[in-house]
């Protein structure tokens, strides 16, 4: 499958990859952390409010951030993004992203 614009970048390129907003954000703030007692490997949830004061209105959101511990130091293990902006999250993101890109070649 020839693509219509071969020099147009994939859109996961121009915008935010790791927030609910494609725009991204000016602001954020660590609402909780929530260790998962009792998982192995260790796992935790972090919520996080992100605003974007440079849309008209701003724009402010609630992504959850999945971590995972498996004695290496905690590491993102997915991050659900808040569903009135995005109703998605990031690995579908990235599979979605990847499968676009075989049927392009």
């Not at 999945?66 to 109703?87: A, P, Q, T």
């Amino acid at each position: 499958m020839k693509k219509e614009h071969p020099g147009d970048k994939p859109q996961i390129f121009e915008g935010s990859v790791f927030t609910g907003l494609y725009e991204g954000y000016t602001t954020y703030k660590i609402n909780s952390v929530k260790v998962i007692d009792g998982s192995n490997p260790a796992k935790a949830e972090v919520s996080v409010e992100f605003e974007n004061s440079n849309q008209n209105p701003k724009v402010v959101w609630t992504d959850n951030i999945s971590l995972v511990n498996s004695g290496n130091g905690w590491k993102i293990d997915n991050i659900n993004f808040d569903k009135k902006i995005n109703d998605s999250d990031l690995k579908k993101s990235l599979k979605a992203f990847m499968e676009g890109a075989k049927t392009t070649k």
